[in-house]
């Protein structure tokens, strides 16, 4: 079976960064788009970014305030997420997801086709 593992999460302070990564034994990842969303519970998965494999332009959710990036590394199949300066509200599990489709999208969660397991983010003193 598929699958993508992300890793990275834990406990920050509030101003903190992070990097979260995102990797796959079975996918070349650079060959798809990825998605990046977070999910708290008792609410529904938001998106925070997303690469296509055509020219690999990012896109970012806009309340995100230009902290977060998303970049790939073909060398080791992965694809990260620089987060800065997080605040409490950043916390959340936070998934990467494939899109067999060259197309970027963080509104619809449902049409991603691969998911990971997870890393939680807590943002607090």
């Known amino acids: 079976q598929l699958r993508l593992v992300e890793s990275g999460g834990g406990l920050v302070q509030p101003g903190g960064s992070l990097r979260l990564s995102c990797t796959s034994s079975e996918l070349t990842l650079d060959q798809y788009t990825i998605g990046w969303f977070r999910q708290v519970p008792g609410k529904e998965r938001e998106g925070v970014s997303c690469i296509t494999n055509a020219y690999d332009v990012p896109v970012y959710e806009e309340s995100n305030d230009g902290r977060f990036t998303i970049s790939r590394d073909s060398a080791t199949n992965t694809v990260y997420l620089q987060m800065i300066n997080l605040g409490p509200d950043d916390t959340a599990v936070y998934y990467c997801?494939?899109?067999?489709?060259?197309?970027?999208?963080?509104?619809?969660?449902?049409?991603?086709?691969?998911w990971g397991q997870g890393t939680r983010v807590t943002v607090a003193l």
């Open positions: 997801a494939v899109l067999l489709f060259s197309k970027c999208t963080l509104d619809h969660a449902e049409e991603y086709d691969y």
